[in-house]
């Protein structure tokens, strides 16, 4: 299986909600003691959940062009569509909020648009993290923001959140966790 955390490279774009793929993905990689290296147009590793291999990545191409880093690593690494796994934030969805879905649109999310470009489908699972929207920003202010004293207090909690339903895709299957973590707040 290969997990795909989304966002931006650079300490300018560190801890940013449009980051939260990229933390998911970091507190999965040492949660399995394990460490990027670099390939693909990005940062991957190997990691062992129940004795099986499984893949993390953080593309570095910025967020809008991840499917230059992706599809080749699927390609290389002979990765299905029903194996890949994409954390990403999204806006549409109150803050600590998680949604797992199994292929559909980009959602306007340029991260999953590029990817579905790139690899020329629709039909791979989707971590989603509710983000929240602010009205009084425009919506790359937001998402390109700093997280508010209030949800930077939860930050930890919903990272850890999402990589157990990251880990529960893997050892219990798509539709058990999505009963698991659908809709469920921290």
């Known amino acids: 299986m290969l997990i795909v955390g989304l966002g931006n490279p650079g300490e300018k774009y560190d801890r940013t909600r449009h980051n939260l793929g990229f933390m998911a993905a970091d507190a999965l990689v040492k949660e399995y003691g394990s460490s990027y290296r670099e390939g693909f147009k990005g940062l991957y590793a190997e990691v062992f959940i129940d004795g099986a291999k499984h893949f993390v990545l953080k593309p570095q191409t910025y967020m809008n062009l991840s499917g230059e880093s992706v599809q080749p690593f699927c390609a290389f690494y002979k990765i299905p569509l029903q194996d890949i796994v994409v954390v990403h934030d999204d806006l549409d969805?109150?803050?600590g909020k998680i949604k797992i879905r199994s292929g559909?649109?980009?959602?306007?999310?340029?991260?999953i648009k590029?990817?579905?470009q790139h690899i020329g489908s629709e039909d791979f699972t989707r971590v989603k993290v509710g983000i929240g929207k602010d009205r009084?920003?425009?919506v790359v202010g937001h998402v390109l923001?700093?997280?508010?004293?209030?949800e930077a207090e939860k930050l930890d909690e919903l990272i850890n959140f999402s990589v157990k339903a990251?880990?529960?895709?893997v050892k219990d299957g798509l539709l058990k966790a999505m009963n698991?973590?659908?809709n469920r707040n921290i």
């Open 93 to 95: 969805m109150e803050f």
């Open 104 to 111: 559909g649109s980009s959602g306007g999310h340029n991260g």
């Open 114 to 116: 590029s990817i579905i």
């Open 136 to 138: 009084k920003k425009e």
């Open 145 to 150: 923001g700093r997280f508010a004293p209030d």
């Open 166 to 169: 990251i880990v529960s895709i």
């Open 180 to 182: 698991a973590y659908n």
